[in-house]
C-alpha cells in the first residue's frame, strides 16, 4: 500500500524558515517524480514545487520560486522541502504527492493527508 | 502557463441526478494530459481521472471524463451521497495549475 506521511508543519513567524518532510513507502521511491500542492484555509489547489526521480530537474511556480527549495534522499525514500522567507500567504495545508512516472509529463496518483504550515507572529 | 477555469463554481443537485462539470483552458493541453481530482472536507484530494478519461484504480464507473483541446467535462451520473465534494482540473503536461474548482452540493 503507497503511503506518504508529511510531517515538520509548525506555526513560524514570517520571514522565517521551515524544512517539510515526506516519508514515502509501498512502491520503489526511486522510480518516480514526486511534488507539493499546497492548500490555503478554503481555497482551492496550488501545485507549486515537482522534482523528477533522479533528484535531477526540479520546477517551481513562481510563487515559491527562489525561497523554496525540493529535493530527495532516494536512500532513505524522503522528499523534502526547504521554506524560507516565509510569507503569511504561505500558510495552507501542504500535500506530498506522487507522480505516476519519473518524469514529465505526470498525474498525481497519491497524495499524503497534509500538514499545516502557520505563518504568523 | 495553462489557465483552467472551471464552471459552474457550485453545482446543486439531488442524489441519483446527474452532475456536469466543465473545465476550460486558455490554450490547447497536449496530449489530452488533464486530470481531475475529488476532494471531500477534510481530506487530501484523489485521483478520479487521468489523460482526460480514463478512470484510476477504484473509481466507480458513474464518473467519466471526456473532452480534448480546451474543453473538458467530467460527468457524474446518477449521485451518491459520498459524490458530494470539491472537483478539481488539473494539466500535467507543461502547466500545473489547477482550476479553482467545482463544488457539488446536496440541494
Known amino acids: 500500500e503507497v503511503q506518504l506521511l508529511e510531517s515538520g508543519g509548525d506555526l513560524v513567524q514570517p520571514g522565517g524558515s521551515l524544512r517539510l518532510s515526506c516519508a514515502a513507502s509501498?512502491?520503489?521511491?526511486?522510480?518516480?517524480?514526486m511534488g507539493w500542492v499546497r492548500q490555503a484555509p478554503g481555497m482551492g489547489l496550488e501545485w507549486f514545487s515537482g522534482?523528477?526521480?533522479?533528484?535531477?530537474?526540479?520546477y517551481y511556480a513562481e510563487s515559491v520560486k527562489g525561497r523554496f527549495t525540493i529535493s530527495r534522499d532516494n536512500s532513505k525514500d524522503t522528499l523534502y522541502l526547504q521554506m524560507n522567507s516565509l510569507r503569511a500567504e504561505d500558510t495552507a495545508v501542504y500535500y506530498c504527492?506522487?507522480?505516476?512516472?519519473?518524469?514529465?509529463?505526470?498525474?498525481?496518483?497519491?497524495w499524503g493527508q497534509g500538514t499545516l504550515v502557520t505563518v504568523s507572529s | 502557463e495553462i489557465v483552467l477555469t472551471q464552471s459552474p463554481g457550485t453545482l446543486s443537485l439531488s442524489p441519483g441526478e446527474r452532475a456536469t462539470l466543465s473545465c476550460r483552458a486558455s490554450?490547447?493541453?497536449?496530449?489530452?494530459?488533464l486530470a481531475w481530482y475529488q476532494q471531500k472536507p477534510g481530506q487530501a484530494p484523489r485521483l478520479l481521472i487521468y489523460d482526460a478519461s480514463i478512470r484510476a484504480t477504484g473509481i466507480p464507473d458513474r464518473f467519466s471524463g471526456s473532452g480534448s483541446g480546451t474543453d473538458f467535462t467530467l460527468t457524474i451520473n446518477r449521485l451518491e451521497p459520498e459524490d458530494f465534494a470539491v472537483y478539481y482540473c488539473q494539466p500535467y503536461g507543461s502547466s500545473r495549475t489547477f482550476g479553482q474548482g467545482t463544488k457539488v452540493e446536496i440541494k
Open positions: 509501498g512502491f520503489t521511491f526511486s522510480n518516480y517524480a
Open positions: 504527492t506522487k507522480g505516476n512516472e519519473a518524469a514529465r509529463p505526470y498525474y498525481f496518483d497519491y
Open positions: 522534482i523528477t526521480d533522479s533528484g535531477g530537474d526540479t
Open positions: 490554450q490547447s493541453v497536449t496530449g489530452s494530459y
